[in-house]
């Protein structure tokens, strides 16, 4: 497996805080996404980063903001967790490619409930 | 924006039949990839198909993708427990800038094989 990881790999929180995930690879990898699954809805892009302090939204970034100082990390944070953002959240890396989206190697992903 | 649709949702099936699973853009895609999750895991690339038209093997796995570079499938021979899990396709942007390396995910496949 890609050296990929995500902090905390379960977090259980209350609606109205701040939550802030962690992702760090060791590849040296371009890019880095955050997507969320959910039943029903497969992976959705929430926003992703084509370099540091380069980002983009995805198609559900609302209520999530990022951040990517460095090479190896990149931050999803949520500004006042509600329920509707419970979910199993991914990162991803990719390298770039000339072709299109280079395949992309998944973290193991993080569990977090909204009480 | 782009859109994926992949269907069937669920598809059950007995250990040695066949099992296949379509995917359609609403947008021309740069390339597709394929993906599959284990129950419990993270998603894990499979392939990706670039050339339209173009046609792939694995073992008993065989990716497609349309001519139009719109449509892709992946079909499973003689199903194993083994291939249990979800199957999702995901399309490359064909546009170019900061959407370069985004990939759209269908909603995937659950395959469930009965032995």
């Known amino acids: 497996d890609a050296g990929i990881t995500q902090s905390p790999r379960h977090k259980v929180t209350e609606t109205g805080t701040p939550v802030t995930l962690r992702c760090h690879q060791t590849?040296?990898?371009?890019?880095m996404y955050w997507y969320r699954q959910d039943p029903g809805h497969g992976l959705r892009l929430i926003h992703y980063?084509?370099?540091?302090?380069?980002?983009d939204k995805g198609e559900v970034s609302d209520g999530y903001s990022v951040s990517r100082s460095k090479t190896e990390d990149f931050l999803l944070t949520l500004e006042s967790a509600t329920s509707s953002q419970t979910s199993v959240y991914f990162c991803?890396?990719?390298?770039?490619?000339?072709?299109?989206?280079?395949?992309?190697?998944f973290g193991p992903g993080t569990r977090l409930t909204v009480l | 924006g782009q859109q994926v649709m992949q269907i069937p949702q669920y598809q059950h099936v007995q250990e040695g039949e066949d099992f296949t699973t379509y995917c359609n853009s609403s947008?021309?895609?740069?390339?597709i990839q394929w993906y599959k999750q284990r129950p419990g895991g993270h998603p894990v690339f499979l392939i990706q198909?670039?050339?339209?038209?173009e046609v792939k093997k694995q073992k008993r796995l065989t990716f497609q993708f349309g001519e139009a570079k719109k449509n892709s499938s992946l079909h499973i021979t003689a199903t194993q427990t083994t291939d249990v899990g979800t199957y999702f396709c995901?399309?490359?942007?064909?546009?170019?800038?900061?959407?370069?390396?985004?990939?759209?995910f269908g909603q995937g496949t659950i395959l469930t094989v009965h032995p």
């Open positions: 590849e040296n990898h371009r890019y």
């Open positions: 995901a399309g490359g942007a064909n546009a170019g800038g900061t959407s370069y390396g985004k990939l759209t």
């Open positions: 947008t021309t895609l740069s390339n």
């Open positions: 980063s084509y370099g540091v302090k380069d980002t």
């Open positions: 991803a890396i990719s390298e770039a490619s000339r072709g299109g989206p280079a395949e992309q190697f």
């Open positions: 198909l670039v050339k339209s038209g």
